[in-house]
């Protein structure tokens, strides 16, 4: 039997719609901060559960050197435009924060920057770290002399630049490269975050130092 819609029925069905598409206005308009956003895209992952990704393959000095970073690793807007590349480390189960990689191009010494990294970290009573807690060695790898730095204890993180306040980060980890160019420029690949999130990246880290490779 055909059903015959009642005018109180169509007026229900109006009203009901118009909820809806309200309710859907306000979730679209609903202000996320960035950090959030990109916090939330962050996939949580184990070790033994982690599945293999292909590389990506960032080209630096004019495409004369290759590196490839890990293929888990999420690319995103930098923060500041003296940052050529930045990407995100997924956290792993326990941690809030996910790691930081950012690469750059620029001038100063490697004992200088080196040095200045190490100040930027110190240990739970605010003293300088130690040696034990600093490991700096020279590889040749790809065909290029580089610069591995590894740093452990309470990071003073700049979020908004290095006049901004400083954000201390305790039990933090960062594995950084220096790569001195002929012909290119220096550049620094610093990554940077919990303890247990950098422990799990400290392969991929490596990988992608291993691969490097200059192309003549």
């Known amino acids: 039997m055909l059903k015959i819609w009642k005018p109180q029925n169509v007026q229900a069905t109006f009203a009901a719609a118009i909820v809806l598409m309200t309710l859907i206005s306000v979730l679209a308009t609903t202000p996320v901060s960035a950090e959030t956003a990109i916090v939330a895209e962050q996939p949580t992952v184990d070790a033994p559960g982690k599945k293999k990704v292909e590389a990506q393959i960032v080209k630096l000095a004019e495409g004369s050197v290759l590196l490839p970073v890990p293929g888990d690793w999420k690319p995103v807007k930098p923060r500041s435009n003296i940052i050529r590349y930045e990407f995100s480390i997924p956290a792993v189960k326990g941690d809030e924060t996910p790691g930081r990689m950012t690469i750059t191009a620029a001038g100063g010494g490697v004992e200088a920057n080196i040095a200045r990294w190490a100040g930027q970290f110190q240990t739970s009573a605010g003293k300088p770290l ?52 002929k012909k290119g420029g220096t550049w620094f690949i610093k990554s940077y975050g919990p303890q247990a999130t950098m422990k799990r990246a400290e392969k991929d880290f490596a990988a992608m130092v291993e691969g490097l490779k200059h192309l003549p």
């Open 130 to 181: 130690g040696d034990g807690a600093k490991k700096v060695e020279e590889k040749n790898v790809g065909g290029l002399k580089v610069h591995v730095i590894d740093l452990t204890g309470d990071f003073q993180d700049s979020p908004r630049g290095p006049f901004g306040p400083k954000v201390s980060r305790p039990s933090y980890r960062m594995l950084a490269v220096i790569i001195p160019l």
